[in-house]
């Protein structure tokens, strides 16, 4: 179950956690992709940055706020660690057979943060 988490506007900076499988009785919700428009809806004037992080993941808040300060929150960003297949895949894209690796995806398990003006491109 992926678990994306929106920083509120407030000003006290306290995070809005919200589980994805809670979202809808869309049973595809374990999903990001059905999950971004929702999403978009709801947080998208407020937040800054969009996590996805898994029930496994293990975040202190206060290293994550000062590494996502480092960050202009009005230009594009994709933090998190890529990974890649070393052989074709169809669930990871098989456009890029000819060579395999140099389609890279988020590890869900290390978390993944998606700055706003991204995550609106990305909608």
């Not at 496994?56 to 230009?75: C, G, N, S």
């Not at 395999?100 to 993944?112: E, I, V």
Request: proline fraction near 9%; aromatic fraction near 14%.
């Amino acid at each position: 179950m992926n678990l994306p988490w929106v920083p509120s506007a407030a000003e006290t900076g306290v995070p809005v956690v919200l589980l994805l499988h809670e979202l809808s009785d869309y049973e595809g919700n374990w999903s990001i992709l059905p999950a971004l428009p929702l999403l978009s809806a709801i947080y998208g004037e407020s937040a800054s940055w969009f996590l996805f992080i898994e029930e496994e993941t293990t975040a202190i808040l206060r290293v994550l706020l000062k590494v996502l300060k480092r960050y202009p929150v009005q230009e594009e960003w994709f933090l998190g660690q890529r990974l890649h297949d070393n052989k074709p895949s169809i669930v990871h894209h098989y456009a890029f057979s000819e060579d395999p690796t140099s389609f890279g995806y988020p590890d869900p398990a290390a978390g993944w943060a998606l700055s706003a003006p991204l995550y609106q491109r990305c909608v």
